[in-house]
């Protein structure tokens, strides 16, 4: 027996509180957006720099971890671009929510 009253939350009551949340606190969200877009740009940045100028670590700390080979300069690379491929995609989700919520 039944009560008409549902244990599990299913998807659309998951978005529909998602969607009051973000209508509550719709300034919050624009600079959740703001600050992943800022973070996606600057792993990029950092990416390509390091793929283009591998040097400029060792010029900035003094070290050379590597010894002069550039595989720690290419696992910068990789890091800094998982960094920007994972920013990209959580601001692109944030970017959907927020205008989902305009409509």
Do not use: K, Q
Request: with cysteine; net charge positive.
């Amino acid at each position: 027996m039944t009560l008409g009253i549902s244990l599990y939350s299913t998807s659309a009551d998951r978005a529909y509180t998602a969607r009051i949340r973000l209508l509550a606190r719709p300034a919050e969200a624009v600079m959740r957006l703001r600050i992943e877009m800022f973070l996606t740009a600057v792993a990029c940045l950092l990416a390509v720099l390091t793929a283009a100028v591998p040097d400029w670590i060792e010029a900035a700390w003094g070290v050379d971890p590597d010894g002069g080979n550039g595989a720690v300069e290419w696992l910068f690379v990789i890091a800094f671009g998982a960094l920007a491929v994972v920013a990209a995609v959580l601001s692109r989700r944030e970017w959907l929510r927020t205008r989902a919520v305009g409509r």
